[in-house]
């Protein structure tokens, strides 16, 4: 018969299953906490005099007349550049079409409207992006328009190729359930590639930027 060793009799082999869910669920709540601070709660700049507004993309109609709205009514910059990448699988025929029809990237009263497509179709690929903008046009100051869930991360991933003044503005979609978990768990896999890739234009191993 084999020997039991001192303190690990049957009633402590029982206690392990229950110290591991305990600790996997202490490590959910601690997620969950981090989260709701950092994501749902950001660091936003009141707008003001910004040499572009830039939105973020996808390009949705909320976060677009919001930009247009900083840019045509309250007058904070002269350039609107707005993200448009490719449209995702799981978009509505209706959101494709939208994108595709591109009524957004028309001027207006004057107003210079920048389009481009991100690469690669990131945030990353549209903070490269803005780099080149603001080095050919002496861009001081650009105020960034996302969504709530999505202002810290791309506030880091902008500030590392941008290095003027990056004002963040948000619209909020007012999440919750599972859409609001499922971005939780987005945003925390973009800040894991974000600390292992650290520069400006440094991409994961296998994961090259597009040569289109």
């Known amino acids: 018969m084999a020997e039991t060793a001192p303190g690990e009799g049957p009633a402590t082999r029982r206690r392990w299953p229950l110290v591991v869910v305990i600790a996997v669920v202490l490590l959910i709540v601690l997620w969950l906490a981090v989260c709701h601070a950092v994501l749902d709660d950001p660091r936003v700049e009141r707008p003001g005099a ?11 109609p909320t976060r677009v007349e919001y930009a247009q709205d900083l840019v045509y009514n309250q007058h904070i910059a002269k350039t609107l550049v707005i993200s448009v990448p490719d449209a995702e699988a799981y978009d509505s025929p209706e959101t494709v079409a939208y994108y595709e029809a591109r009524s ?13 497509k ?8 549209e903070a490269i992006e ?13 105020t960034a328009v996302t969504f709530t869930q999505h202002v810290s991360r791309s506030r880091l991933i902008l500030s590392r ?12 979609f007012h999440l919750t359930g599972t859409s609001l978990l499922m ?9 894991v590639k974000a600390w292992l890739t650290p ?14």
């Open 104 to 116: 957004f990237c028309n001027e207006h009263d004057g107003v210079e409207v920048i389009c481009f």
């Open 199 to 212: 520069g400006c234009d440094q991409q994961l191993p296998g994961n090259p930027k597009s040569s289109s």
């Open 50 to 60: 910004s040499d572009a507004v830039l939105v973020l993309g996808p390009p949705d």
């Open 183 to 191: 971005q939780y768990v987005h945003q925390s896999a973009g800040f």
């Open 130 to 142: 803005l780099r080149s903008l603001a080095q050919e046009r002496g861009w001081d100051t650009v």
């Open 118 to 125: 991100p690469d690669p179709s990131t945030t990353q690929g």
């Open 161 to 172: 190729c941008y290095t003027g003044e990056l004002r963040m503005a948000s619209v909020d």
